[in-house]
């Protein structure tokens, strides 16, 4: 295997654990997804900062439970230490106890770092909603 189809495979291994996580509402395992000094940019709010700050994020975010998530990487390449992923997310979610679905789709730019155990973490993600649907 070479280096960019190793990083490619754990790219896409982040992001389904990312997509898991989402749906189970698990934010131990979100968090674990980033790099310590990672910064998240989600759509239309401010930067979050650091690992223990997107596990909050994430906790507080979770009266919309994601019912299925999917990411679709479409393009990764690396350099060293640091790779990049950008592709797009689809997201159903609705409140508990509501029957309205919300659908979303959104594009997203993600810088991985490899960590000394050899793992990709997440270091920067910009997240951009382009569509929101009511079903």
């Not at 789709?105 to 490899?114: A, D, H, P, T, W």
């Amino acid at each position: 295997m070479t280096t960019i189809e190793h990083v490619t495979s754990e790219v896409h291994d982040v992001y389904r654990r990312y997509a898991a996580a989402l749906v189970s509402g698990d934010s131990c395992i979100w968090a674990a997804l980033w790099d310590e000094r990672c910064v998240y940019i989600p759509p239309n709010e401010p930067a979050v900062h650091g690992r223990s700050t997107i596990e909050r994020w994430f906790h507080s975010h979770q009266a919309e439970t994601d019912r299925q998530f999917t990411v679709n990487v479409e393009e990764v390449r690396s350099a060293g230490d640091l790779a990049f992923a950008r592709g797009t997310m689809l997201s159903s979610a609705g409140i508990s106890g509501a029957s309205t679905l919300k659908l979303a789709s959104y594009g997203f730019l993600s810088i991985f770092r490899k960590q000394a155990d050899g793992g990709w973490r997440i270091l920067r993600e910009c997240v951009n909603q382009d569509r929101t649907f009511e079903g």
